[in-house]
């Protein structure tokens, strides 16, 4: 493996995953600089089962919340609207994925990587599932515990 040819094919890509997730420009420039030490790092543990982007995104989820020291405060009013909007179906605005980010701070590990891939990669239950290696229904169970806790974090933080 080599990650200076990762750098120059992936580099981008993962600048774009980071920005995306903090919207600081020197911020995701410091999290890329940071996801390439670990990929060097950690290299032997790269095993070939996923795409090296795949790997390099989850590294850079991992760099991200890594870099969240306190989690945000979140609004009863608006966390019980994103519950009641995706109960309904109704599809989300960009803006929506702020609140998703302050509300994974305070996630499992288990349920990042699904609820990344749901609300910012913006994949069905089926393409999460099959990404991670689970089944449809543990996504879809662990999607709506991630909203159930959302609710009552919202309904104990007033």
Same mark, same amino acid.
């Given at each position: 493996?080599?990650?200076?040819?990762? +750098?120059?094919?992936?580099?981008?890509?993962?600048?774009?995953?980071? +920005?995306?997730?903090?919207?600081?420009?020197?911020? !995701?420039?410091?999290?890329?600089?940071?996801?390439?030490?670990?990929?060097?790092? +950690?290299?032997?543990?790269?095993?070939?089962?996923?795409?090296?982007?795949?790997?390099?995104?989850?590294?850079? =989820?991992?760099?991200?919340?890594?870099?969240?020291?306190?989690?945000?405060?979140? !609004?009863?009013?608006?966390?019980?609207?994103?519950?009641?909007?995706?109960?309904?179906?109704?599809?989300?605005?960009?803006?929506?994925?702020?609140?998703?980010?302050?509300?994974?701070?305070?996630?499992? =590990?288990?349920?990042? !990587?699904?609820?990344?891939?749901?609300?910012?990669?913006?994949?069905?239950?089926?393409?999460?599932?099959?990404?991670?290696?689970?089944?449809?229904?543990?996504?879809?169970?662990?999607?709506?515990?991630?909203?159930?806790?959302?609710?009552?974090?919202?309904?104990?933080?007033?």
């Amino acid at each position: 493996m080599n990650i200076e040819g990762w +750098y120059q094919r992936y580099g981008e890509s993962v600048y774009r995953r980071c +920005y995306r997730l903090c919207r600081d420009r020197s911020q !995701a420039l410091d999290l890329t600089q940071e996801v390439f030490l670990r990929a060097h790092r +950690y290299r032997d543990s790269y095993r070939g089962e996923a795409s090296p982007l795949a790997w390099l995104f989850r590294l850079s =989820d991992r760099c991200f919340f890594d870099s969240i020291r306190k989690p945000p405060p979140v !609004a009863l009013d608006e966390v019980l609207a994103f519950v009641e909007a995706e109960r309904e179906g109704v599809e989300r605005e960009f803006g929506d994925c702020d609140l998703v980010l302050r509300l994974l701070a305070r996630s499992p =590990d288990d349920v990042r !990587a699904i609820v990344l891939h749901r609300y910012f990669d913006e994949l069905d239950l089926e393409t999460i599932a099959e990404r991670l290696g689970l089944n449809e229904r543990t996504v879809r169970r662990k999607l709506q515990r991630f909203l159930e806790h959302a609710e009552k974090l919202a309904r104990g933080a007033r």
